[in-house]
């Protein structure tokens, strides 16, 4: 579980944005894709983790924009 967003990091820009292959954050969290979309959907349902579909021209969907967010301060 926590392989992945520690890994993640990595791959981020500045803003904590990537748009790396799930096949390359596997590989490099050294998981398959299954622990990868169960860790995904936990820190997308925590509200720590943003999904944006990225599509071309011809409407086909081209990648995800990953995004960290930051911990909300209680």
Same mark, same amino acid.
């Not at 579980?1 to 596997?26: D, M, Q, W």
């Not at 924009?65 to 911990?71: A, E, N, Q, V």
């Given at each position: $579980? ?10 981020? /820009?500045? =803003?904590?944005? !990537? &748009?790396?292959?799930? $096949?390359? @954050?596997?590989?490099? %969290? $050294?998981? #398959? !894709?299954?622990?990868? =979309?169960? %860790? %995904?959907? %936990? +820190? =997308? ?10 599509? $071309? ?5 081209? #990648? /995800?924009? &990953?995004? +960290?967010?930051? @911990?909300?301060?209680?």
């Amino acid at each position: $579980g926590l392989k992945f967003p520690l890994a993640f990091p990595a791959r981020t /820009n500045p =803003r904590h944005e !990537t &748009y790396a292959s799930v $096949g390359l @954050i596997c590989r490099e %969290a $050294g998981v #398959s !894709t299954v622990p990868f =979309r169960r %860790a %995904a959907r %936990a +820190l =997308r349902a925590a509200r720590l983790l943003q999904v944006e579909a990225r599509y $071309g021209a011809d409407g086909r969907q081209t #990648s /995800n924009l &990953y995004r +960290l967010l930051p @911990i909300e301060q209680a």
